[in-house]
């Protein structure tokens, strides 16, 4: 017994004196890494109008996309999955399913 305590006690001592690695050293996560690539690659305008409805839904506020919001939410959506697609994944559904199983942090991340 006197052997387990004390191999217990340099065990915890040693973790006590490992350097500590903060989430903004962790290298992104593959669903960061989308969500950045894809935002390089829409236009401002797409971006302006994808807030726009992401606000709008946020409040709460229902109604029915403008043609432009939706050709907007396309070429998001077909972006994601591209960009999923370029890091080995089937789609970008397949690469959050991933991430639930990987997750590092509390939030899985999001695009």
């Known amino acids: 017994m006197r052997n387990i305590r004390q191999r217990l006690e340099r065990l915890e001592r040693a973790y006590l004196n490992f350097p500590r690695i903060s989430e903004s050293q962790l290298p992104p996560s593959p669903l960061d890494q989308i969500g950045s690539l894809v935002i390089k690659q829409l236009s401002d305008e797409d971006l302006e109008l994808l807030i726009k409805v992401a606000n709008k839904s946020h409040a709460g506020v229902s109604r029915e996309l403008l043609q432009s919001e939706s050709e907007a939410l396309?070429?998001?959506?077909?972006?994601?999955?591209?960009?999923?697609?370029?890091?080995?994944?089937?789609?970008?559904?397949?690469?959050?399913?991933?991430?639930?199983?990987?997750?590092?942090?509390?939030?899985?991340?999001?695009?």
């Open 74 to 111: 396309d070429r998001w959506g077909a972006a994601v999955d591209r960009e999923a697609w370029r890091m080995g994944f089937r789609s970008f559904a397949d690469a959050f399913r991933r991430a639930g199983k990987i997750r590092r942090g509390p939030s899985p991340g999001a695009c």
